[in-house]
Structures are given as C-alpha cells and as structure tokens.
C-alpha cells in the first residue's frame, strides 16, 4: 500500500462545476499538507498549504485535512478552463526534512 | 523575485552517457531538493542540501549524486544512464528546509535517454 493514495483520474468536469479532489495517507506522521497544480510540461506550483485539521479557503480554492481520517481534499468552486491541470497533493513528515511524498496526481480538464 | 531555475530545460543522452543538470533556488533559500518525477511512478524525491550537505537521501542508486555550492545552487549528475532514467527532473528550494517549510518548484529538466 502507497503512503500516500490519490485517484489519478482523468477528471472532467464542465465549467463552472465545483471540483472535488482527494487524497487519503497511511502514516500519523504526516502533519503538513499542500497542493500543487502542475500544468503540462511546468513544474508543480504551490497552491495550498494546510496544517492542522479544518478548512482553509483562497478564493474559489478550500483545502480541507481531516487528520483523524488520515484524508484531504481540494474544492475548487466555479472551475474555469485555466484551472484543467494534473493537482498532486504532497504531505511531509514532522523531523523530516523535506522529504515530501507525493499523490500519483490528478488530471483534471474543465470544458468550456 | 525570481523562482527556481533549472538548466537546461531538455536534453536528450544515449545510454552510458552521464549527465549533469543545475538548479539555482529563489535567493535567500539555502535547502534544494531534487524530485524525479515519472508518469509509472510520479514524484520520487532524490536528496536535499543544505549548506553544500546532503542532509537527506531518497531510494536511488549511487549513480545518482548531487552538491551544492556555496551560493546555494545545485547540481544533480547521473552517470551511466539507463533508460529507466527518462524523467522530469525537478529542483525545488526552501528557506531552510526545515519543518513546515513551503517548497517552491522549478520547470524541471525533461531528460530523454535513447
């Protein structure tokens, strides 16, 4: 079993659809949980950062950690055709320096 | 400010061949990391530096290496490549590298082995 586990689709939805992204963790260890949208042929971008339990939203974007549930999830609201892009979650450990393990990633085309 | 840098952006080796990619991070952050990244595996973290030590380790073979100069950038090298090592090599940096920190990507190296 993977430590970190993400549906890698390919998801699509049409525009101005909410969009709803998983990933579910093994390890307790893990405490800090990002998003990263990658576009085709780019390297991942910073889109959230979360660390305790609960939502955090940034415009049409909310991240939610459910730490008991060992699960996260990425809401995207009033999906646009820019947001179509492979969104890998990536979580690290506590005195783990930068040693981050990443979901397979999530494909995702909004269609006008 | 400028992002992550990472030179050259595509190349192309033949088996055998070695190869050496760089990485220059935002200015100010002392930690990079080096990520393969694959469509069978995704991102695999390679090692971290900080203050021109290799502070971390992924599973990789030794052909594998990196350092870091005082300047804070980096250079990853593979010798003997394979054709397993076709892949997306990506540098990112952080302040320090420490608990919590943001990581911030660059473009990545596509590195093609024929």
């Known amino acids: 079993q993977k430590e970190v586990e993400q549906d890698p689709g390919p998801l699509s939805v049409p525009e101005g659809a909410i969009v709803s992204l998983n990933c579910t963790y093994s390890n307790s260890a893990f405490q800090y949980f990002m998003w990263y949208r990658q576009y085709s042929r780019k390297g991942p971008e910073l889109l959230m950062y979360?660390?305790?339990?609960g939502n955090k939203e940034d415009g049409r974007f909310t991240a939610q950690v459910d730490k008991s549930s060992k699960y996260i999830s990425l809401f995207i609201r009033d999906s646009q055709p820019s947001d179509s892009a492979t969104y890998l979650c990536?979580?690290?450990?506590?005195?783990?320096?930068?040693?981050?393990?990443f979901g397979a990633g999530t494909r995702l085309t909004v269609k006008p | 400010k400028a992002g992550v840098t990472q030179t050259p952006r595509y190349l192309i080796k033949t088996r055998g061949q070695q190869v050496t990619l760089s990485c220059s991070p935002i200015?100010?952050?002392?930690?990079v990391s080096w990520y393969q990244q694959t469509p069978g595996q995704g991102l695999q973290f390679l090692f971290e530096y900080f203050s021109e030590t290799q502070r971390n380790k992924g599973n990789f073979p030794g052909r594998f290496s990196g350092r870091q100069f005082s300047n804070s950038r980096s250079e990853m090298n593979v010798s003997t490549l394979e054709l397993g090592d076709s892949a997306l090599y990506l540098c990112?940096?952080?302040?320090?590298?420490?608990?919590?920190?943001?990581?911030?990507f660059g473009s990545g190296t596509q590195l093609s082995v024929l």
């Open positions: 200015s100010g952050h002392r930690s």
């Open positions: 990112a940096s952080s302040l320090t590298g420490g608990d919590g920190e943001k990581l911030f």
């Open positions: 990536a979580m690290y450990r506590v005195f783990n320096n930068n040693d981050m393990r």
């Open positions: 979360t660390y305790s339990s």
